[in-house]
């Protein structure tokens, strides 16, 4: 995911913050996805976890690259299989305070036509949700901890991180309710899934 500011809705007022993360957000407002119509269309990601609004910029072309690489082969293996879809950028409603956009999702025909809603946005967890790093702690810890908790309590069944400085993906599984951390793949090594039939990818493929 790309680089991302905090800010609480008394701070903002509706206009872009500077850097840095505002109060705790028990003390004040807690965003909601209808604040989210308010937000201007400038280019800017703007996503609510638990409460919080997140802003983010344009990323490295890089990470673009990823996704992109990422995208291509689900979309072209969801085309040979019809098992499901591929999304870049899919809008992921969970409730008023976590309406979040993952970098590429994977999802199954049947969740698809349940979750999908009019605007396009899916309410609900795909089967496979995937993003990829931007430098930064902050950056990092939003994918590795906040963003992985949020995935493991709304039921997706897997989690894929992507280092593309590093050439590494780290695979979270669903096991026993929670995603747990199953392998960390390198440039080497290939990519496949239970989730995912007869997929199977180079890592080395990923981060052309």
């Given at each position: 995911?790309?680089?991302?500011?905090?800010?609480?809705?008394?701070?903002?007022?509706?206009?872009?913050?500077?850097?840095?993360?505002i109060s705790n957000p028990e003390e004040q407002l807690l965003w909601t996805s209808a604040d989210l119509e308010l937000m201007p269309d400038n280019g800017n990601r703007y996503e609510i976890i638990n409460g919080e609004l997140y802003v983010t910029?344009?990323?490295?072309?890089?990470h673009?690259?990823?996704?992109?690489?990422?995208?291509?082969?689900?979309?072209?293996w969801s085309k040979i299989s019809g098992l499901g879809y591929a999304v870049i950028g899919?809008?992921?409603i969970f409730g008023d305070n976590?309406?979040?956009?993952?970098d590429v999702i994977w999802i199954s025909?049947?969740?698809y036509a349940?979750?999908?809603?009019?605007?396009?946005?899916?309410?609900?967890?795909?089967?496979?949700v995937i993003e990829v790093l931007s430098t930064g702690t902050d950056n990092e810890k939003r994918d590795r901890e906040v963003k992985l908790k949020l995935y493991s309590s709304h039921g997706v069944l897997e989690y894929w991180i992507a280092d593309w400085r590093t050439k590494q993906i780290q695979v979270y599984r669903r096991e026993n309710g929670v995603l747990k951390l199953t392998m960390t793949l390198f440039a080497t090594d290939t990519l496949t899934s239970p989730l995912?039939?007869?997929?199977?990818?180079?890592i080395s493929q990923i981060f052309e």
């Open positions: 995911m790309t680089q991302a500011i905090v800010a609480t809705p008394e701070t903002t007022n509706n206009s872009i913050v500077t850097e840095g993360v910029r344009a990323p490295h072309n890089k673009q690259d990823t996704c992109g690489n990422f995208y291509y082969e689900l979309k072209t899919a809008g992921l976590d309406d979040v956009i993952p025909k049947e969740k349940a979750l999908i809603d009019d605007a396009g946005h899916f309410r609900g967890a795909p089967d496979l995912l039939p007869e997929f199977s990818c180079l």
